[in-house]
Antibody, heavy 120, light 108 residues
Framework: QITLKESAPTVVQPTQTLTLTCSFS??????????VAWIRQPPGKALEWLAL???????RYSPSLKARLTITKDTSKNQVVLTMTNVHPAETATYFC????????????WGQGALVTVSS | DIQMTQSPSSLSASVGDRVVITCRAS??????LSWYQQKPGEAPKPLIY???NLHSGVPSRFSGTGSGTDFSLIINSLQPEDFATYYC??????????FGQGTKVEIK
């Protein structure tokens, strides 16, 4: 069974760096084809795709946020970390991590999400 | 970037109705399109991938069609548990995977 769980601070101050951690089980990012992505959703708004890391350490970022995002994986801990620098209040959102199954073009498994409020 | 536009943004329907939600891509994406269902307070649930393939466990009243730029999610005989918001997502790009803005299905 594949599970993912996000952890993050509940409140971050504007201009600070946000660190999000995705802890997962049921698959390994050492395995060919595996990938983990991050997606966010401001309250009452649509989903926004942020970043992805592949099993081979290939990385993809949303073009509009690329300069502020860094995604890394720790295969020994089964974790993926996303850092976002210089956050602002409009980035208050629920942040989800997802898993992609090899050969299935979809975010096939989702964590429950973590609500992060950006506020002073 | 490939832009995804859903219509309508919301609709009202009754139990038993046939509902059609459309998603249009700003360029051809072949059949690289997925659909998700999201209920309030929950993570999205994958419904369909590659435009027309149902994920495991998804009821057969859900179906997807389309290719190129125009896609549809069809719900036959809407059930009470189907009232939710639905999102499309393109997987044609290998760099970034954009979502539509969502379609909220409400009870009439």
């Amino acid at each position: 069974q594949i599970t993912l769980k996000e952890s993050a601070p509940t409140v971050v101050q504007p201009t600070q760096t946000l660190t999000l951690t995705c802890s997962f089980s049921g698959f390994s990012l050492k395995t060919h084809g595996e990938a983990v992505a991050w997606i966010r959703q401001p309250p009452g708004k649509a989903l926004e795709w942020l970043a992805l890391v592949y099993w081979n350490d290939g990385k993809r970022y949303s073009p509009s946020l690329k300069a502020r995002l860094t995604i890394t994986k720790d295969t020994s801990k089964n974790q993926v970390v996303l850092t976002m620098t210089n956050v602002h209040p409009a980035e208050t959102a629920t942040y989800f991590c997802t898993h992609r199954v090899w050969g299935v073009p979809a975010e096939s498994h989702w964590g429950q999400g973590a609500l992060v409020t950006v506020s002073s | 970037d490939i832009q995804m536009t859903q219509s309508p943004s919301s609709l009202s329907a009754s139990v038993g109705d046939r509902v059609v939600i459309t998603c249009r891509a700003s360029q051809s994406i072949s059949t690289f399109l997925s659909w998700y269902q999201q209920k309030p307070g929950e993570a999205p649930k994958p419904l369909i991938y590659s435009a027309s393939n149902l994920h495991s466990g998804v009821p057969s009243r859900f179906s997807g069609t389309g290719s190129g730029t125009d896609f549809s999610l069809i719900i036959n005989s809407l059930q009470p548990e189907d009232f939710a918001t639905y999102y499309c997502q393109q997987f044609y790009s290998t760099l970034t995977w954009t979502f539509g803005q969502g379609t909220k299905v409400e009870i009439k």
